[in-house]
């Protein structure tokens, strides 16, 4: 089945243990993503990837890394989180090539709540 | 800078009425725009985008530049339209710096 797994689902932490957020996608999708949800604020973009090798900063870096050594996969690593990390995140994935229709259709991960205490 | 307003937080309607959830973006450019839905233990997934000019679920949305609106509307809301509905907004040909609204829940009732 064609879809985005995100691990864990959900995650209890400390202020400033380390953590990652792993991503994958099974669809040869070159672009991949990275949001956050909070109350209010919607989805706002905190990194992305265009492929392999290549990524950039949304709208809210602070605090987040990301690598994507391989094209299906993007995890999300806080080096020290903090409480204001506490949110959903969601990955996503879409195709930059292809039929019109096709491509910029963004698929998303079932979502990682995280809390940091 | 883009940015994706939904000035509604909730749309509460009965079984039945027209639905229109409003989706007013600012852009310099040419958007692409979308409605993604999230239902209730689902994943966010995309509803239509205005490229396509499709009706999906019976939802239609028209992109009208001079107003810079994407709204979304339904003549006849259905209890299995209840669900969290994001517009979001993309540069054309693009989905690298796709922006979301806040959303807007739509909850229909009996």
């Known amino acids: 089945e064609a879809q985005v797994t995100q691990n864990p689902r959900y995650l209890i932490t400390v202020t400033g243990k380390k953590l990652t957020v792993t991503c994958s996608q099974n669809m040869n999708h070159e672009y991949m993503s990275w949001y956050r949800q909070d109350p209010g604020l919607g989805l706002r973009q905190i990194y992305y990837?265009?492929?392999?090798?290549?990524?950039d900063k949304g709208d809210v870096p602070e605090g987040y890394k990301v690598s994507r050594k391989e094209k299906r996969n993007f995890p999300l690593i806080l080096e020290s989180p903090s409480p204001n990390q506490t949110s959903l995140y969601f990955c996503a994935s879409s195709l930059l090539t292809g039929p019109p229709l096709a491509k910029n259709i963004q698929y998303f991960g079932a979502g990682t709540r995280l809390s940091v205490l | 800078a883009q940015r994706v307003t939904q000035p509604e937080k909730l749309l509460s309607v009965f079984k039945g009425a027209p639905v229109e959830l409003k989706c007013n973006y600012s852009y310099s450019g040419s958007p692409e725009l979308f409605w993604y839905v999230q239902y209730s233990r689902q994943r966010l997934q995309l509803l239509l985008r205005?490229?396509s000019r499709e009706s999906i679920k019976g939802f239609t949305a028209d992109l009208n530049k001079g107003e810079t609106s994407f709204h979304l509307k339904k003549p006849f809301a259905q209890e299995e339209d209840s669900a969290m509905y994001y517009c979001a907004l993309s540069p054309t040909g693009t989905a690298s710096k796709l922006t979301f609204g806040t959303g807007t829940r739509l909850q229909v009732t009996l």
């Open positions: 205005h490229i």
């Open positions: 990837s265009m492929n392999v090798e290549v990524t």
